[in-house]
């Protein structure tokens, strides 16, 4: 299947059969491969994306996360073609064997939607708001399936309206975005998303703005969706708890490279790089009391001059040399799949955060003294 | 200095309690368009909330985006004026008071805001920002320049870094700006309104850890209004959960998480995702429907009768007939801790 155009065909077969049918073929779906992605500014260039590679099986759900600035969102953007004109991309992303990189705007168009779909952080900015969902999901069905006629169009778009969780669908269809909550929002992106059948969702922080209670309606929603259309997910988000959830693979990003990878418990049980390490020692629990966090201390470096070296050699505590003369590699730790970019990954075996990090809080001198002044001034 | 209240029975809170909150009410009118704006309605934000913060204590104050949090914890500090209700500050009603009343208060009763990017003014330098609040209230005098480099150190900032401004710092330490400021005149109560959720989980953990340090070695009384549960379990000793304007449930923070005995908590617990694959993938859930009714106008009785899924699944018409009817009391209800439920139920769900 080279052509994705060939793809708006199987729209119209029914979920469960397709599920099998997709669990039958082998292979990757979506592979990425050293992607990079620099912006020229008037201050340098922001290398934000430095090489970035993965493989989505059919069917897979894999999580990436990461905190602000490390390069998760761009390398989502660039896989779509999104990115602005400015942004210099180079690597390789090939959907079923097809490159995408380099491709025309107008034949990226029939891949985005039926091939690759994408839902975004912010349901009010990827909704049109001057149009009813019903005609926007319509829009996208009949951008694939020109042959489908209006009226079956908006047919498929109150099932699909319904598939998603939204109550009494046939009435909401003819309903303006800014009618409907953040979560009703956000059900008709991920309708839209799965409207002509995709084989790859990829998910951009699709509950960051959303309630908790909202949240686990989505991610259920986003479940369902996939299960209709066997879909392979990737799940970018800052969420921890999201990624345990919802995915199989998980890959953790920082300053534009992915430092770890491996299976959800490969990354929340075994985690080889001091920088996962330190990212679950941060996270308070809602399972289990712990007496005091390990925060990591420091701020992730600038994109804009890195220096040579493993990027996270400044706020280690466990940084030597070579750490801030050669930048780690990928390599596999334990099984192949499980592949961690620390020069001394082989030193977590078996090791706490709270053995790395330091439980790091007040400036206890600064706080005595505080504290004394405070009776004296009593 | 007249005498506090008696405290709310059955609240938890151990000592005595610093500020006292009663029955307190804040509607927002809403008004027609056009060029006649006419009041056409409330948005009832707050209502009927009462609680106790006690001395040298964290007490949480949970709950979704239009539960009326944010707007407890300015009502509270007169930054809004109450519609209706009490808050008295050691026996002090403040509810009454003008701002120029106010302000000899304000040194003991201090606010940490949720965003680091609006809360700091961009133009003065942050030794000026630590040093506003002494200067206002009078206090700036010899030795007040070593006291602002001593209250960076504090917050863990390089006191050599005063003479910067605000935007260069990252979001982690102009929090930390943030909380210098209101520790400069020695408060007694600081509420924090989401202090950690604009930043990575990393960066947030070093200011929970900073925070905790400070309340628990100053002896102060925190606020701590937030959305995020595991951040609450964390931090606060108690925890009181709002939903749209009104209390639910509070209970120390230990009971409420082990068996949260409102509808409400407990999906609220049962939606927080846990970083652990396994028991994330078996645990059980309490789910529930929908959004959050506009609160111009909230359902009568129960207010989260309209999502419940005890009301939804479990009561008989009869039953329901009281969530529909009374407003359930924030009472005991044989469970240890105050429920605002007419069925309430601990349930174990972690």
């Known amino acids: ?378 | 200095m007249t005498d506090p209240l008696p405290p709310l029975p059955g609240h938890g809170g151990t000592g005595d309690p610093v500020l006292q909150v009663r029955d307190l009410v804040k509607h927002f009118p809403v008004m027609s368009k056009g060029v006649v704006r006419r009041r056409i309605g409330d948005v009832h934000a707050v209502c009927g909330v009462s609680f106790d913060l006690y001395e040298n204590e964290t007490l949480g104050l949970v709950g979704e985006s239009g539960s009326g949090k944010t707007t407890v914890s300015r009502t509270l500090l007169n930054l809004e004026t109450a519609t209706s209700g009490s808050v008295h500050y050691r026996g002090r009603l403040l509810t009454d008071l003008s701002r120029r009343q106010m302000r000899p208060l304000r040194r003991e009763l201090q606010i940490v805001f949720q965003d680091p990017y609006a809360s700091l003014d961009p133009r003065i330098s942050v030794h000026e920002i630590v040093a506003e609040p002494l200067r206002i209230h009078g206090r700036y005098g010899p030795g007040a320049a070593d006291e602002v480099r001593e209250l960076l150190r504090l917050v863990g900032l390089n006191p050599e870094h005063g003479n910067r401004f605000a935007h260069e710092f990252s979001g982690g330490q102009r929090q930390r700006i943030g909380i210098a400021r209101a520790l400069a005149l020695r408060p007694k109560v600081i509420v924090l309104d989401e202090p950690v959720s604009a930043l990575d989980v990393s960066i947030q953990a070093g200011v929970l850890n900073l925070l905790m340090d400070l309340q628990s070695e100053l002896g102060l009384s925190f606020l701590f209004v937030a959305h995020d549960l595991s951040v609450m379990r964390h931090v606060a000793g108690r925890v009181a959960v709002m939903y749209l304007g009104r209390l639910v449930e509070i209970a120390p923070a230990r009971q409420l998480f082990a068996r949260p005995a409102h509808p409400y908590t407990q999906a609220l617990v049962s939606a927080i995702p846990l970083p652990d694959p396994r028991k994330e993938r078996a645990r059980k859930r309490i789910t529930v429907q929908g959004d959050v009714p506009s609160p111009v106008r909230p359902p009568s009785g129960c207010r989260f009768r309209t999502r419940c899924p005890k009301f939804a699944n479990q009561l008989t018409d009869s039953e329901r007939t009281a969530c529909v009817e009374q407003v359930p009391d924030l009472v005991d209800r044989g469970g240890g801790n105050p429920v605002a439920c007419h069925y309430a139920e601990s349930v174990q769900l972690l």
Do not use: W
């Not at chain 1, 590699?329 to 620390?342: E, F, K, N, T, Y």
């Open chain 1, 1 to 378: 299947m080279t052509d994705p155009g060939n793809g708006n065909g199987k729209g119209k077969g029914k979920g469960i059969d397709r599920v099998v049918a997709k669990g039958e073929e082998s292979g990757a779906v979506l592979e990425v491969d050293d992607l990079r992605v620099e912006f020229p500014t008037e201050d340098g260039t922001v290398r934000a994306v430095r090489g970035v590679g993965y493989r989505l099986e059919r069917g897979e759900a894999l999580g990436i996360v990461g905190e602000s600035g490390s390069g998760k969102s761009v390398t989502a953007l660039a896989v779509m073609g999104l990115l602005p004109g400015s942004a210099r991309v180079r690597g390789s992303v090939r959907f079923e064997g097809t490159e995408l990189l380099g491709m025309s705007d107008a034949r990226l168009s029939d891949v985005r939607g039926s091939g690759i779909a994408m839902v975004f952080q912010d349901p009010m900015t990827s909704l049109n708001p001057v149009y009813t969902i019903g005609y926007q999901i319509a829009e996208t069905l009949l951008r694939h399936n020109p042959g489908l006629g209006r009226r079956p169009a908006r047919a498929r778009a109150v099932e699909l309206l319904g598939t998603v969780g939204i109550p009494s669908p046939e009435r909401r269809v003819d309903s303006y975005p800014h009618e409907l909550s953040g979560g009703m929002r956000q059900r008709v992106v991920i309708a839209i998303a799965i409207a002509n059948d995709p084989d790859v969702i990829i998910a951009d922080e699709p509950t960051t703005a959303l309630d908790v209670t909202v949240q686990a309606q989505i991610l259920e929603a986003l479940e369902t969706a996939r299960a209709e259309t066997g879909a392979a997910l990737v799940l970018i988000t800052h969420d921890l708890g999201v990624v345990a959830g919802h995915t199989d693979r998980v890959a953790v990003m920082y300053a534009g490279r992915i430092v770890e990878t491996g299976s959800v418990e490969d990354i929340f049980y075994t985690p080889r790089m001091p920088y996962t390490l330190g990212l679950l020692g941060s996270l308070p629990r809602l399972d289990h009391e712990e007496d005091r966090l390990t925060p990591i201390t420091g701020s992730p470096p600038s994109l804009l001059n890195l220096p040579p070296g493993c990027p996270f050699a400044p706020r280690c505590p466990m940084r030597r040399e070579p750490c801030d003369s050669t930048e780690p590699a990928l390599r596999p730790v334990g099984s192949d799949a499980h592949r961690s970019a620390c020069h001394f990954a082989d030193e977590l075996v078996d090791t706490a955060a709270g053995e790395v990090f330091d439980a790091v809080g007040a400036d206890t001198e600064a706080l005595a003294r505080f504290a004394d002044l405070e009776d004296d001034a009593r």
